[in-house]
């Protein structure tokens, strides 16, 4: 997990009055297991617009597919790394490895291009999951 990129995340996307606790739950590794505290996934489960800055807020689609977000986003991508996080850990890769990983995810997960774009994908329950991608203008 890199915390700088995962407090990054949060300071640019998220509203101001839940940054300081997302951050502690994203840090949390109390637990026994290397699972990082399910606290901080949960708020992107199915509430996620609550928690986000609402004028960054560039796609809210549940039909969106990965090729139509390769699409929006190739021309904001300059290097082809990434950061994916989901409940479990967080790791730099590929961003079409990111969002095909987000995709086949069932759970909460995000993907944070430096400070010019995050995609959330929210818990994949009853349908399609809500897809977000978020500018930083």
């Given at each position: 997990m890199n915390e700088e990129i995962e407090s990054l995340f949060v300071n640019t996307y998220i509203q101001k009055q839940f940054r300081e606790r997302l951050i502690f739950e994203l840090k949390d590794v109390s637990s026994k297991s290397p699972k990082r505290s399910y606290k901080a996934f949960a708020k992107f489960s199915h509430t996620v617009e609550d928690y986000?800055?609402?004028?960054?807020?560039a796609?809210?689609?549940?039909?969106?597919?990965?090729?139509?977000?390769?699409?929006?986003?190739?021309?904001m991508v300059k290097e082809k790394?990434?950061?994916?996080?989901?409940?479990f850990d967080g790791a730099e890769m590929l961003l079409n490895d990111a969002i095909e990983k987000a995709f086949n995810y069932l759970g909460a997960s995000?993907?944070?291009?430096?400070?010019?774009?995050?995609i959330i994908k929210e818990e994949t329950s009853i349908g399609a999951p809500c897809k977000y991608i978020l500018v930083n203008r």
């Open positions: 986000l800055i609402p004028h960054i807020i796609i809210s689609d549940s039909k969106i597919t990965e090729q139509e977000i390769l699409s929006f986003v190739k021309n790394n990434c950061y994916y996080m989901d409940e995000i993907i944070v291009y430096k400070k010019v774009f995050a």
